[in-house]
Nanobody, 123 residues
Framework: VQLVESGGGLVQAGGSLRLSCVAS????????IGWFRQAPGKRREGVSC????????YYADSVKGRFTISTDNAKNTVYLLMNSLKPEDTAVYYC?????????????????WGQGTQVTVSS
């Protein structure tokens, strides 16, 4: 099982980035995918997640209205489109896969993680 993130980079405040999370090796479709971020000295926080089957989504209040999570099942890829970026969005962004029955951003409910991609927003 492997999750690989990409799409991070350096962007000015107000700009946009689209992160990708490519999943491989899963033997089951019953995994929700979540995006998390961790800034230096801070705890990992859940940003957004999407249920298996794409029926439910969740956004943290801090990103609601600016970030959009979506999937391309043909490519086994989950995207996080980030608009109107702010310096406080600077962090390493991780995607995770969870087999938990309920959509959640509790990190211990996630079974697999990618290596992370750095997002830096300059002011």
């Amino acid at each position: 099982v492997q999750l690989v993130e990409s799409g991070g980079g350096l962007v000015q405040a107000g700009g946009s980035l689209r992160l990708s999370c490519v999943a491989s090796g899963f033997t089951s479709d019953y995994y929700a995918i979540g995006w998390f971020r961790q800034a230096p000295g801070k705890r990992r926080e859940g940003v957004s997640c999407i249920s298996s089957g794409d029926t439910d989504t969740y956004y943290a209040d801090s990103v609601k209205g600016r970030f959009t999570i979506s999937t391309d099942n043909a490519k086994n890829t989950v995207y996080l489109l980030m608009n109107s970026l702010k310096p406080e969005d600077t962090a390493v962004y991780y995607c995770g896969a969870s087999s938990f029955a309920l959509l959640t951003t509790i990190s211990r409910r996630y079974d697999y993680w990618g290596q992370g991609t750095q997002v830096t927003v300059s002011s």
